[in-house]
């Protein structure tokens, strides 16, 4: 496992990023990328960190430490250790950081157990599954297609979506574009694939392949969204942006102009079945969600402490209608904590023992998350509400000797919290709810797990699929067999005729 030094060197590596229309030189040292890419840094050095290894790391099945998430689980026991271990990363960015390098573990740890789904690349994927436990490396995904004429079949944009376009003997050659890769100008590679069920249309497979890539592969290009860090560089300090300046986890579309992907980075080619099929039955839906929820209960760890101390230096905190918001945020994190919990204790049986995280409160956290989140957002607009925009501009009026005497009396805190003191708890909850990082976050939770309809109708069809629905169904069939038309069914009760006879004969 690399150390954050040498995850940092490993960023340099010719890689393509663009950015306001120029290619970015150095990722480590743009003032872009470079905060984030030490935040990242700092989850590589906690793995070595007496206080913290034994917490993050297990021993692998190969002979060598890994990062608990990314070996597969093969009791509750190990599935808690692997939540703990996620969380353990999460706290190093308040939750705020979410594609962080096991959230892709999520998957790679699968491919050992479920290697034969891969038919024809048995072996690649086994391979996949040593190396990413050896190396623990970041990798991106993209697996959605750009936002253009979805309702087509995918070979009516071949100009636009991933396809083959050549087959050669050292590998298959794929142009197109994905999106959107979170934080993909500091990863190691970006994994390709199609978010299932997709429709080909008219016996076209060339978009029927799964593969990984590596950053730095000639012909790939990132195109990232503007930077949330560079624009707090410019417009303030960490004072003013606590949150954007180190953990923006820059997006972006991935673009492969005729990229070759060696045949050993390939996972299925010219397979529909499996390219639409590896999501659902290959535990990915499973694993990934327990991370989701676990980095998202830290999170709300963070908001409740936020909302306490925010409160507390309004001299609102004792209010009941105060409190009484405190308490729902409180019993949101509590929610997700509990989802977490039972998702590791209850556990699903895979291939050759592997326990899976409980799909069922899976299907829980990715409903409700999405929801919650704008909800806690709209409790701290309303209980801190005035506060948020009642702050001076920047770090640099404090500094001003002239100004500082006016801030010191008219911004300061209820029980004798200074107005340095007070305008730095704002500008971190503004940070967290209210700029352009706090509004990308929000976007971030409310489309995590997919589109608001998919994630219900995933409910219901893994409801079925696990004959869950027929077990609810039958347990009403078990209420409606009571009475007919004619009184109670069983002898249990007293019909109403025959409690008439018994008071009046």
């Known amino acids: 496992m690399m150390n954050g030094k040498e995850y940092l060197e490993s960023l340099r590596d010719g890689r393509e990023v663009f950015l306001n229309g120029e290619k970015v030189e150095d990722v480590t040292t743009h003032p872009a990328y470079r905060n984030a890419a030490r935040s990242v840094a700092q989850l590589y050095d906690a793995l070595h960190d007496p206080e913290t290894s034994d917490i993050l790391t297990t021993e692998s099945e190969f002979g060598f430490r890994t990062h608990k998430f990314f070996k597969a689980s093969k009791s509750a026991e190990e599935l808690l250790g692997a939540r703990d271990a996620m969380a353990e990363w999460s706290k190093l960015s308040y939750g705020f950081m979410g594609r962080t390098p096991d959230y892709k573990a999520a998957f790679t740890?699968?491919?050992?157990?479920?290697?034969?789904?891969?038919?024809?690349?048995?072996?690649?994927?086994?391979?996949?599954?040593?190396?990413?436990?050896?190396?623990?490396?970041?990798?991106?995904?993209?697996?959605?297609?750009?936002?253009?004429d979805r309702d087509q079949p995918l070979h009516k944009n071949k100009e636009v979506f991933v396809r083959a376009v050549e087959e050669r003997d050292d590998g298959v050659v794929v142009?197109?574009?994905?999106?959107?890769?979170?934080?993909?100008?500091?990863?190691?590679?970006?994994?390709?694939?199609?978010?299932?069920?997709?429709?080909l249309g008219e016996g076209d497979i060339s978009h029927a392949i799964i593969f990984f890539v590596p950053m730095n592969a000639p012909g790939l290009k990132v195109i990232s969204r503007q930077s949330y860090e560079e624009m707090a560089t410019k417009m303030g300090t960490p004072y003013d942006y606590p949150l954007s300046s180190r953990f923006d986890e820059n997006d972006a579309v991935i673009v492969l102009d005729n990229v070759l992907?060696?045949?050993?980075?390939?996972?299925?080619?010219?397979?529909?079945?499996i390219a639409n099929g590896f999501r659902p039955k290959t535990g990915w839906l499973n694993r990934y969600t327990f991370q989701g929820c676990t980095r998202f209960a830290v999170k709300l760890d963070f908001m409740v402490g936020l909302l306490l101390k925010a409160t507390e230096i309004a001299g609102t905190s004792k209010f009941r209608g105060v409190q009484a918001n405190i308490g729902e945020v409180i019993s949101y994190r509590n929610m997700f904590w509990a989802i977490s919990t039972a998702m590791a204790t209850n556990p699903e049986q895979g291939p050759d023992g592997v326990a899976l995280p409980n799909s069922t409160y899976a299907t829980a956290y990715r409903t409700f998350a999405p929801s919650v989140w704008p909800k806690i957002k709209q409790i701290f607009e309303q209980v801190v509400a005035g506060g948020l925009i009642q702050m001076p501009s920047s770090a640099k009026d404090f500094l001003n000797p002239e100004l500082r005497p006016y801030l010191d009396q008219y911004y300061k805190g209820s029980g004798g919290v200074s107005a340095e003191e007070r305008i730095k708890v704002l500008?971190?909850?503004?940070?967290?709810?209210?700029?352009?990082?706090?509004?990308?976050?929000e976007l971030y939770e409310i489309n995590y797990a997919g589109n608001h309809e998919g994630i219900r109708l995933d409910a219901l069809k893994m409801a079925d699929t696990a004959g869950q629905t027929d077990q609810y169904k039958a347990f009403v069939d078990e209420a409606l067999s009571d009475y007919d038309l004619f009184g109670w069914t069983s002898n249990k009760w007293f019909n109403p005729e025959e409690e008439f006879e018994k008071n009046f004969q």
């Open 109 to 148: 740890a699968s491919l050992g157990p479920y290697a034969d789904f891969y038919e024809g690349f048995e072996d690649n994927a086994r391979r996949w599954y040593k190396k990413a436990q050896k190396e623990v490396p970041f990798c991106n995904h993209t697996i959605v297609n750009p936002q253009l």
């Open 427 to 441: 500008k971190l909850t503004w940070d967290a709810i209210g700029t352009e990082f706090g509004g990308r976050n």
């Open 261 to 273: 992907i060696p045949w050993e980075d390939i996972l299925t080619y010219n397979n529909v079945e």
């Open 175 to 199: 142009s197109g574009a994905k999106m959107v890769g979170t934080s993909a100008a500091l990863t190691h590679y970006n994994f390709v694939a199609n978010y299932s069920p997709q429709d």
